[in-house]
């Protein structure tokens, strides 16, 4: 991965060894005992994404994904490890430096609804990320949100119209709007979708695709779902219980996923094409819990492969033969003499 | 249940009739709440006598036919065409005694429950943001102490230690009435302060706080222009509780000899100063300030009822909302 590789600019983010663990109230018991219960949400993730990229994140809830998109942006402290935003180490920024770097990367959040100030009209939605940064005067402000409205699809008679006046769809435009206020040039969008509706899933994510492009963006995309994730990513990262399984290009992930917790992902999702059907995996099973994750690789217990050694230690992260880097025993390594 | 349901209907439909332009009946703006206090029976009532109370106290005064403090000749003489409420032991005409007693009692406790308001939110806002911290920790335990102290204690303790006499700070004179109005706003801080919090506390969990964060938001962005005016209704509900409070700890502190003191009159003082003369059979003394006592803070408290039916549904008790509903099908039909 880019990690080595070196054909393309500096990553825009860089992620090391990444860890948020959330501390468990527990019981009294436990409490007393000194155990305290922690969930490993993020466990070590480590990744880059290059400039105008799409990473997709996918995985099931509880997989850590949010708290990934959160912890990037340091919305959420991580434990340990590293966040580098274009060389910069946003894990050690004072509160002041890091409030000025939030201009250039911003969040587009699952829930349009919950994610606006309901008392606000459109207009001074889309103008605060602006007014908070100083930028331009309240007027031109107006005016810019205006023009950003048209940007992504809504005329301006929205823009003096309030939240509950407008369709789930459009207030998600306002809230890509509002992210592309300052003009950024990475965005975390966290299930932009999945509150949405059927019906118009397909236009949003139509337009993040365009908007993308046509400003250059670089993008890292939450999912659960595979359908959506394929549309627009140029990359996946798999991640289950806090930690990438696989990661590699779409053509790789999606063709010849390698992680058997991959391939049952891509076989419980839908697929037009008749070859994909049958090749279906072992059943997802139960949920995975971060709190009391099983010994050795988290995914064990559900995996059909599994050997003894699985129960033991964690696999590694590394390239294995189709080029994509999984983490998994029973899959060969791309240097099959040096096994790790 | 039919029936009940087509009058819930209609309802909806007139509301939303009324804010117009096509705005759905559910957080209708601020601009709407008035009108919609003033198509119920109760709520115009009440904000009548309010409003009612406050004009008196601005220009109440203006129309006093007497010096309130000149003596007359006729002493205890009841209510007649030339003294309309009567005259006390030493022949003041009581009439222009309560205009001006008026005009004290109501800005003393208008001006208790702005400073609390202002101070409790801006405690309760902070704490609530912060919570769990030193910060919240302390000024919790600090509205705790006041809270711990009866009111009736606490004020005249308060203006005991500030002394109730005339103060200059640089050119600005701090009056008697302005210290015992800071008194009673202390002694109400800790409910506006708790309420800020509580209510702060359910907002930052909000996702749009959290938006506010990622785009760049400092803490004063995030607590008084987005948190701020998403907690208001609370405590403007409240405002209109502690304001019929406030009334009463003056008239209290004031009767006791301990809040304003003679010769300036309030509600209050009148009341001590009818003490004597009660005996005497001059009910006119106790009966006007008691009336207007009484009568204030009823219009408060039910003001206060009917501000929190129409800005906090979530507390709306069933009895209220069922008298909500028929005044608000009755003004359907009239409009």
Known sequence: ??????????????????????????????????????????????????????????????????TLG??????????????????????????????????????????????????????DIIAEPMHVHGIGSAESRGERAIELLELVGLNSDFARRYPHEVSGGQLQRVGIARALATEPEFLVADEPTASLDVSVRANTMNLLHDLKQQLGLTLMFISHDLAVVSYVADRIAVLYLGRIVEIGTKEEVERAPQHPYTQALLSAAPSPDPRRRGKASAPLGEAPNAIDRPSGCHYHPRCPLAVPVCREKYPVLERKVNGQ???????????????? | MALKTSRRNRAAASSGA????????????????????????????SLIGVVGFLLLALVGP??????????????????????????????????????????????????????????????????????????????????????????????????????????????????????????IGVALVPTFARIARASVLAEVREDYVLAVRSFGGRRRDILFRNIMPNILAPLVVQTAFALAMAITVEAAVSFLGLGIQPPGASWGTMLADARTSIPLGAWWLAVFPSAAIALFILACNLLGDQLRDELDPRTKSTGSSRRTERAESGSSNDG
């Open chain 1, 1 to 66: 991965m880019t990690v080595s590789g070196s054909e393309s600019d500096v990553p825009v983010l860089s992620v090391r060894d990444l860890r948020t663990h959330f501390p468990m109230g527990g019981g009294l018991l436990s409490r007393l005992t000194g155990k305290r219960r922690v969930a490993h949400a993020l466990d070590g993730v480590t990744l880059d994404i290059r400039p105008g990229e799409t990473l997709a994140v996918i995985g099931e809830s509880g997989s850590g994904k949010s």
């Open chain 2, 62 to 183: 203006l129309l006093a036919p007497y010096d309130p403090a000149a003596l007359g000749k006729t002493s205890l003489a009841p209510p007649s065409a030339e003294h309309w409420m009567g005259t006390d032991e030493v022949g003041r005409d009581l009439f222009s005694r309560f205009l001006y007693g008026s005009r004290v009692s109501i800005l003393v406790g208008c001006l208790a429950v702005a400073a609390a308001l202002v101070l409790g939110a801006l405690l309760g806002m902070v704490a609530g943001y912060r919570s769990g911290s030193t910060a919240d920790g302390a000024i919790m335990r600090l509205m705790d102490v006041v809270l711990a102290f009866p009111l009736l204690v606490l004020v005249p303790v308060v203006t005991g230690v500030i002394g109730s006499r005339d103060i200059s700070i640089g050119p600005l004179e701090v009056g008697a009435e302005v210290q015992v109005a800071l008194a």
């Open chain 1, 70 to 123: 959160r912890t990037v942006l340091r919305l959420q402290e991580p434990t340990s490890g590293t966040v580098s935003f274009r060389g910069d180490e946003l894990t050690r920024l004072r509160r002041e430096e890091l409030r000025r770097k939030r201009r250039h990367m911003q969040m587009i959040f699952q829930n349009p609804y919950s994610s606006v100030n309901r008392r606000n009209r459109l207009r």
């Open chain 2, 18 to 45: 009324d804010s117009g332009a096509g705005t759905p009946a559910r957080p209708a703006a601020e601009a709407g709440l008035l009108r919609r206090l003033a198509g119920k029976r109760i709520s115009l009532l």
């Open chain 1, 325 to 340: 880097q999984v983490a998994c025993h029973a899959v060969p390594s791309a240097d099959a003499a040096s096994p790790a």
